[in-house]
């Protein structure tokens, strides 16, 4: 499963729209919070998190999942400069990074 969290509209369902074409199984949330409340990720999934989320930070998600048990494989997105996302977020550095815009093939290489 791939879980999307994203609270852009726009960029969420392009996200989905595209994984879906693919026939991947893929759903979306708006904030880390319905997230944490909905999914039930796995070891063997995919959770791609903005990291300028409402509400619970995307690096605060991140942290959250991580510690999971079966932690699944996390990739953060973000638009701001690789400099900035790394200055603010020293703790998730080595969680993979995708910047904005997207492009198809930097998101299926996670999955």
Do not use: N
Request: glycine residues 4%; negative net charge.
């Amino acid at each position: 499963m791939i879980y999307i969290v994203e609270d852009d509209v726009s960029v969420r369902d392009a996200i989905a729209r595209m994984f879906e074409s693919l026939e991947l199984s893929c759903t979306a949330f708006a904030d880390g919070e319905s997230f944490l409340s909905d999914a039930s990720p796995r070891i063997d999934d995919t959770v791609f998190v903005d990291l300028h989320l409402p509400g619970l930070a995307g690096s605060d998600l991140i942290e959250k999942v991580a510690a999971l048990d079966e932690a699944p494989q996390i990739v953060a997105i973000s638009g701001q400069p690789l400099w900035k996302i790394t200055r603010d977020l020293p703790k998730i550095t080595t969680t993979p990074v995708v910047r904005k815009p997207l492009k198809e093939q930097d998101l299926l290489v996670y999955v």
